[in-house]
């Protein structure tokens, strides 16, 4: 079956009752006058910025994918209504997109549209792009300069002598020092390999996350700083756990639709991430019908909800988008899905590893 075909009856829902240098230069300061206000990460740091906790001490990130919008298109539309609404409803403290932010020419214009709507809420953004943004007259560095001229965006340059473009660190600290770190991954478009299908991540964006994780675990007294990976295209393990036999990796919450897109070929990333001990969850878009939550050997695998339009196939209505909240000195963290119609879909609060049919998560608040 193509990945593309919608399954049948599958909208399921369960109802889960030695220090190594950090690689990496400071931000570019070629911003608008408006941007050039905003506050710039720690020089020299290679982190994009150190966020703090709010006042309640929680912090709130909301995850678009796939908005495919095409400047010009009235198709297009639906997508611009959806982030304007997202952000108004859940007014996060950061947000990012998961890639395919375009589906057509003019790229630049379409990019600026549609995250134009974060930069005027004033609200900091990151993108990880997606397989399609490079597809449509500019490359992705070139896509990735054009995101990181828009005010309020906090992407790195993509020169880190590493593969591909969007590749970032995101860091939140409580008293202590970070608490939590959030990496972004350019996980491209095509493998350009007989046979292997969809890009994934690279040897060397392996190593440059391994340096940064081995960099905090050490600044933390020797123990893992707790993390959250984003990217576009998901990882081979996400296949695999849907894959198996057993009972060890059918139990998940939110909708499955389609089959996963990923790559043929294993990067190693899944396994550099549970050597490391640090990453709690891997978050992905690319698939339009799949926004489910699922364990695979103890990392949560995290499918974002499409924000997209009417430009590209969608089964699962209505868009929507996908929200991360962190709880200053908690390990674990809520996630649920906001809807266009403004109602709240699959809160959780996971702390993995969990059991595998999420009866130890909390209830909500």
Not at 145 to 159: E, K, Q, S
Not at 243 to 255: A, E, P, Q, S, V
Not at 334 to 359: A, C, Q
Request: aromatic share 10%.
């Amino acid at each position: 079956m193509d990945r593309r075909q919608f399954i049948k009856g599958s909208a399921i829902a369960i109802a889960a009752g030695s220090t190594m240098s950090i690689p990496g230069a400071a931000r570019s300061s070629k911003k608008s006058a408006e941007d050039a206000a905003y506050p710039s990460p720690r020089k020299g740091s290679g982190v994009a910025k150190d966020f703090k906790y709010n006042s309640d001490g929680k912090f709130k990130v909301l995850q678009l994918t796939d908005t495919h919008v095409i400047y010009g298109d009235p198709r297009s539309e639906r997508a611009y209504e959806n982030v304007g609404k997202m952000l108004d409803l859940e007014k996060p403290d950061l947000v990012i997109h998961t890639g395919d932010i375009i589906f057509g020419e003019p790229a630049e214009e379409g990019a600026r549209k549609v995250l134009g709507l974060i930069a005027d809420r004033k609200i900091p953004f990151a993108v990880a792009l997606g397989n399609h943004d490079s597809q449509f007259g500019l490359d992705r560095k070139g896509i990735y300069d054009v995101i990181r001229a828009i005010p309020y965006n906090i992407n790195t340059p993509a020169d880190k002598g590493i593969a591909k473009a969007s590749n970032d660190v995101i860091t939140l600290s409580g008293a202590e020092g970070v608490d939590r770190v959030l990496y972004l991954f350019d996980s491209g478009d095509r493998m350009g390999i007989a046979d292997a299908g969809y890009d994934n991540v690279h040897i060397d964006q392996i190593e440059w996350y391994d340096a940064y994780s081995r960099e905090f675990k050490a600044k933390n007294g020797g123990n893992p700083v707790s993390s959250l990976a984003f990217f576009h295209i998901p990882p081979a393990e996400f296949d695999y756990c849907l894959r198996l036999t057993d009972d060890k990796g059918w139990n998940f919450i939110g909708h499955m639709g389609e089959h996963i897109g990923c790559s043929k070929l294993n990067s190693g990333l899944f396994q550099a991430m549970k050597m490391n001990g640090d990453v709690q969850a891997i978050v992905c878009g690319h698939e339009h019908n799949n926004d489910f939550v699922m364990q695979y050997k103890g990392i949560m695998l995290i499918y974002g909800r499409f924000s997209g339009c009417d430009t590209v196939y969608n089964d699962l209505k209505p868009n929507g988008a996908r929200v991360f909240e962190f709880s200053r000195g908690e390990r674990g963290f809520y996630t649920w899905v906001r809807l266009n119609s403004g109602e709240v879909e699959h809160r959780i609060f996971l702390d993995p590893p969990m059991e595998n049919n999420f009866k130890a998560h909390k209830e909500p608040k």
